[in-house]
């Protein structure tokens, strides 16, 4: 009997151990989902009509999954306040993303709406903050984990990640500044060649990280299935 209530804590432990690695699990598959499908949603609610009828729901869906995702995550290692911070800091953007994400659907409605042009821009930014983010999440998440291959991974992977990232947001902001009244000529060559060019920049430093943060996200969740299975054999 004494030994029975002497195993009661550690099987209740276990057991909530498995519960928080379970969720941590379904919440890494749903950013795994929701970061390529919330790109293409948005993209289509910009500047295509077949989502029309649908109204604000893709976007809002879609920004909603992402963070439902970080929601499950909070439910692991909640004593390490590091990582907690840096994980409510992911879903304060998400949540601002959220709020944001209709902007695409009135913009497209009505592109001559200055407000609704300067939110979009807004949630482009932030958007990206949010991945920036999110790289960090996954780093003080490999952090956590017993592997030291994926640990050395995460941290060499999100340091790039987050670097292009950076790059991204000051060529944003440059951008951003030399759109001032009556540029000078050659200043205009240069917009005309970043507009240009864009969509290649583009891909290089948003796409590029978006698609090393998906791998991570789908390695680590491999690895800890890999552990819960190994640990209960």
């Given at each position: 009997m004494t030994q029975t209530q002497n195993q009661g804590p550690e099987v209740r432990n276990e057991a909530a151990l498995l519960r928080s690695l379970g969720r941590l699990v379904r919440g890494l598959s749903a950013l795994f989902w929701g970061l390529p499908v919330t790109l293409v949603v948005s993209a289509e609610t910009a500047g295509a009509d077949w989502l029309k009828p649908l109204g604000l729901l893709p976007a809002l869906a879609t920004n909603g999954l992402l963070l439902y995702g970080?929601?499950?995550?909070?439910g692991f290692q909640k004593q390490e306040r590091a990582w907690l911070r840096v994980l409510d800091r992911t879903k304060l953007l998400g949540l601002i993303n959220l709020g944001l994400s209709p902007f695409i659907y009135w913009?497209?409605?009505m592109p001559g709406q200055i407000f609704f042009t300067v939110m979009v821009v807004l949630l482009q930014i932030t958007a990206l903050l949010f991945l920036f983010n999110l790289n960090h999440v996954l780093e003080r998440l490999g952090a956590l984990l017993p592997d030291e291959t994926?640990?050395?991974e995460t941290r060499q992977f999100t340091a790039i990640n987050r670097s292009l990232l950076i790059t991204l947001?000051?060529?944003?902001?440059g951008y951003l500044i030399l759109q001032i009244p009556q540029p000078s000529p050659r200043i205009n060559q240069l917009l005309l060649w970043i507009d240009h060019g864009g969509f290649w920049l583009l891909v290089f430093f948003a796409l590029l990280p978006l698609a090393m943060t998906m791998a991570l996200l789908w390695k680590t969740k491999e690895v800890i299935l890999a552990s819960v299975f190994g640990t209960r054999r």
């Open positions: 970080l929601w499950l995550m909070g913009h497209n409605k994926l640990r050395q947001l000051l060529l944003i902001g």
